[in-house]
């Protein structure tokens, strides 16, 4: 016969008995959990050659002082990022500080980890966790954090931004 109780009864059940003990149930809690997760991460496909292919052609010619032969992966588009200003993609920071200059820096802030936000209308880029601002050039204007921005590496070709 199948026993079809979850993972949290069992956990009463063995409290209840004396079978376990508290921290031996919740890191067995956990650890269920956390190979939850990593099944999940573990069921994406990889692209197929034709994918590898059309986003290798897209960007032939894309290189980078110290970048690794062929470009990275593409994040945006020129007209994705607001002259003076900037947006967020996953942890990077891109700005445009001028006229078709544009930068990267890591969002992660060195403070505390937090993820800052894309610069706001006077082109500060600003921490929400505990308020540390960095001017559109990565420069560290007001801690709590104590370092510039971590620069990131990036290409732009053809109207597309990509991670070198």
Same mark, same amino acid.
């Given at each position: 016969?199948?026993?079809? =109780?979850?993972?949290?009864? #069992?956990? =009463?059940?063995?409290? /209840?008995?004396?079978?376990?003990? =508290? =921290? ?8 269920? $959990? ?8 573990? @069921?994406?496909?990889?692209?197929? *050659?034709?994918? /590898?292919?059309?986003?290798?052609? /897209? @960007? ?5 002082? $110290? %970048? *690794? ?17 900037? #947006? ?11 006229? *078709? ?11 505390? $980890? @937090?993820?800052?936000? %894309? ?9 929400? !966790? ?9 420069? #560290? ?6 370092? !510039?921005?971590? %620069?990131?590496?990036? @290409?732009?070709? *053809?109207?597309?931004?990509? #991670? /070198?």
């Amino acid at each position: 016969m199948t026993d079809t =109780r979850v993972g949290a009864d #069992l956990a =009463r059940e063995a409290l /209840a008995k004396g079978n376990a003990s =508290r =921290r031996g149930v919740m890191c067995g809690l956990a650890g269920l $959990g956390a190979a939850g997760a990593l099944a999940a991460c573990g @069921t994406a496909e990889s692209p197929s *050659d034709s994918d /590898a292919e059309s986003s290798a052609g /897209a @960007t032939d010619g894309a290189t980078s002082e $110290g %970048a *690794d032969s062929g470009a990275g992966t593409g994040i945006a588009t020129t007209e994705d990022v607001p002259e003076g200003g900037g #947006l967020v993609v996953d942890e990077t920071v891109i700005v445009q500080p001028t006229a *078709d200059e544009f930068l990267a820096f890591s969002a992660v802030c060195p403070h505390m $980890g @937090t993820i800052v936000e %894309a610069p706001d209308a006077d082109g500060n880029i600003v921490c929400p !966790n505990h308020g540390s601002t960095w001017t559109i050039d990565g420069e #560290l204007e007001q801690g709590p954090a104590e370092v !510039n921005l971590s %620069a990131v590496e990036i @290409t732009v070709e *053809d109207g597309q931004i990509f #991670l /070198a």
